[in-house]
C-alpha cells in the first residue's frame, strides 16, 4: 500500500493513476490519523520551498511523518520540492527543512549552463545511477526523465548520492539515506520510466 501526502502542494492525482495502471493499492493521507498503519510513503512538492514547507508544517502531519521515518524507517520518498524538503534548509527561502537527509538546497547558476534555455531547468534529461539501488532496477541505461526546478540538492555526504544529471554542473538528481529516497524530476511526467521507477519503490 502506498500512501501519499496530500498537504495541499503536489498533483496528486497523477500518482494515483499510475499505481492504478500497475495494480498497486494506493491511499491519500490528509491528517495524522490517516497516515496510521502507512508501509510506503510519497511526498510530492511542487512551487516555492517555504510555502511548501508551511503547508506541511501546518497540515498537523508533520510530527507524525518524523515520527514514521525516522522512528519507524518508513520507506518514504520526496519528489521535486518534496525532495528538496528533504534537505536542511533551501537557498530559496528562510524556513528549515525537514531535516532527514544531510544537504542544502542550492540555486543554479546560469552564467555555468549553455543550454539557450537555462532557468528553470525543463524538459527531458538523463539521470545516471550510481549506486547499484533497486529503485533504478530496469533504468540503468538510456532512461530518460521530465524535470522542472530552478533549485538542486546538493548532498552534504558523497554516499547519499543515488543518481546524477548535467545541467551546467553534474549535480544529485537522486539521493538516498536509509529508508529515505529523494528524486528531483518528475516520475509522474516521465511515461514509462516513472511508471518503472514509482513501480519499483512500491516493492522496496
Not at 524507517?73 to 532527514?100: F, H, R, T, Y
Not at 524538459?123 to 529503485?135: A, E, F, R, T
Not at 526523465?145 to 543518481?163: G, P, V
Request: net charge negative; charged share 25%; aromatic share 10%.
Amino acid at each position: 500500500m502506498i500512501t501519499l501526502i496530500d498537504y495541499g502542494v503536489g498533483n496528486i492525482n497523477a500518482f494515483v493513476n499510475v499505481y492504478k495502471r500497475v495494480d498497486v493499492p494506493v491511499k491519500i493521507a490528509r491528517s495524522k490519523e490517516e497516515l496510521a498503519g502507512a508501509e510506503k510513503l510519497i511526498l510530492p512538492g511542487v512551487g516555492h520551498f517555504d510555502h511548501a514547507m508551511t503547508q506541511l508544517n501546518t497540515s498537523g502531519m508533520r510530527d507524525t511523518l518524523d515520527n514514521l521515518v525516522l522512528g519507524d524507517k518508513i520507506p518514504v520518498i520526496g519528489i521535486c520540492v518534496g525532495m528538496q524538503m528533504m534537505a536542511n534548509n533551501s537557498d530559496e527561502g528562510n524556513l528549515e527543512g525537514l531535516k532527514w537527509i544531510d544537504a542544502t538546497v542550492r540555486k543554479f547558476d546560469e552564467s555555468t549552463i549553455k543550454q539557450v534555455t537555462r532557468l528553470p531547468h525543463m524538459g527531458w534529461n538523463d539521470v545516471k545511477p550510481v549506486k547499484d539501488i533497486s529503485l533504478f532496477r530496469g533504468l540503468e541505461k538510456e532512461a530518460i526523465f521530465y524535470f522542472l526546478h530552478t533549485y538542486f540538492f546538493e548532498c552534504n555526504y558523497k554516499e547519499d548520492i543515488m543518481a546524477v544529471t548535467d545541467y551546467g554542473i553534474t549535480f544529485a538528481s537522486a539521493a538516498n539515506h536509509e529508508n529515505k529516497y529523494g528524486i528531483q524530476f518528475h516520475p509522474e511526467k516521465s511515461h514509462q520510466y516513472g511508471e518503472i521507477l514509482l513501480h519499483n519503490f512500491a516493492k522496496l
